[in-house]
């Protein structure tokens, strides 16, 4: 299965200059746990989790109203080719222990792979050869 066919495209983004605060009501409006950080040409810049919040405004007592997106978000993630397979997707994610994995084509972001999805993918894959073997094993 390739990326393309796995990956989320309908994106919650937001500008580096935005505030935490606006972030988190973005987090909070769609029920996710980050935002993907991109200028206004849909070049990625970063991302931000709840837990990134949680351990560089909450816990130091930042101030979210006026704490930048940009001085807290994980600059320059590591990012995946639409084109990429799935197997590609898992052991990048699983090697550098990423819960989110930016999708992008020609530089451009494009989609986000999550934990979830592959594991839903996974699943798909593992049932249809649990299928096959249980054919074979009829014959």
């Not at 206004?40 to 979210?64: H, Q, Y």
């Amino acid at each position: 299965m390739m990326i393309r066919q796995l990956m989320q495209k309908e994106l919650v983004t937001i500008l580096p200059t935005s505030s935490v605060h606006d972030a988190a009501m973005k987090m909070k409006e769609h029920n996710i746990g980050s935002v993907l950080i991109t200028d206004e040409g849909w070049k990625l810049k970063g991302i931000l989790t709840d837990r990134d919040i949680a351990m560089a405004v909450a816990a130091d007592a930042r101030d979210p109203k006026t704490t930048c997106v940009c001085d807290i978000m994980t600059q320059d993630p590591i990012t995946i080719n639409a084109d990429a397979d799935f197997d590609s997707a898992m052991r990048i994610m699983h090697k550098a222990k990423i819960r989110r994995l930016p999708v992008t084509e020609n530089g451009k972001l494009v989609g986000l792979v999550s934990s979830d999805d592959v594991a839903a993918a996974f699943k798909e894959e593992f049932d249809e050869f649990i299928g096959l073997e249980m054919t074979y094993a009829r014959h």
